[in-house]
Every structure is written in structure tokens, then in C-alpha cells.
């Protein structure tokens, strides 16, 4: 079984800064593809941003040039950093991993608890 934890959310103003970490544990033979996720309250969970395990990232328009994408395959770990945040960034942010187990698996998907992100006026 594989967990992915999510940390870093919390409350910012207008114009701050965050990082989001996301931690993979558990019986991991290799971390595929990580995403970003974010939901507010009545809204269907929309992509942020996805990193490839070659390190190839993809933003969502909404956020180009304000977060950036980035992981340490050494820690199973990936970040999003978010720059230049704005109210409508508040949302449950959440992490969504393809992993493999082992080598004579495939990758099953998984999802973080989530984590609050409050951007303030």
C-alpha cells in the first residue's frame, strides 16, 4: 500500500508565497506521474500542475508562471511552489501519484488527504 501525505497549506496574503510538499511512502518500486489537484467547497477537483518522473511539467493556465512543479525522486517527494498567490487560489489542494509497487506490477493511482490553502484580501 502506498500513502501520500500533503503539507505546506496554511493561510497567506494576497501576493505571498507557499509550498506545498507532497511524501510518497509505503511499498514503492517507482513514482510515475505526480499532479496537483485543488477543489474549492461545490466545485469538481480541478488540475493545477503535473510533473513526469523525466522531470517534464504542465501548469494549468490559471496558475502559469505563479506555481512551479518540481519532485526529488530520491525522497519520494514532490513540491509545488506558489508565488504571487491570489484569493482564488484558496482551495483543498491535493496529491494524486501513479505508482508502481514492483517490477512485476503496474501503477495503481492514489490521492493525499489534501491540504487548506487560504489566499486572504
Known amino acids: 500500500q502506498v500513502q501520500l501525505v500533503e503539507s505546506g497549506g496554511g493561510l497567506v496574503q494576497a501576493g505571498g508565497s507557499l509550498r506545498l510538499s507532497c511524501a510518497a511512502s509505503?511499498?514503492?518500486?517507482?513514482?510515475?506521474?505526480v499532479a496537483w489537484y485543488r477543489q474549492e467547497p461545490g466545485q469538481q477537483r480541478e488540475l493545477v500542475a503535473s510533473?513526469?518522473?523525466?522531470?517534464?511539467?504542465s501548469y494549468a493556465d490559471s496558475v502559469k508562471g505563479r506555481f512551479t512543479i518540481s519532485r526529488d525522486n530520491a525522497k519520494n517527494t514532490v513540491y509545488l511552489q506558489m508565488m504571487s498567490l491570489k484569493p482564488e487560489d484558496t482551495a483543498v489542494y491535493y496529491c494524486n501519484a501513479d505508482v508502481r509497487s514492483s517490477r512485476f506490477t503496474v501503477s495503481s493511482n492514489y490521492w493525499g488527504q489534501g491540504t487548506q490553502v487560504t489566499v486572504s484580501s
Open positions: 510533473i513526469t518522473r523525466g522531470n517534464s511539467p
Open positions: 509505503g511499498s514503492i518500486f517507482s513514482i510515475n506521474t
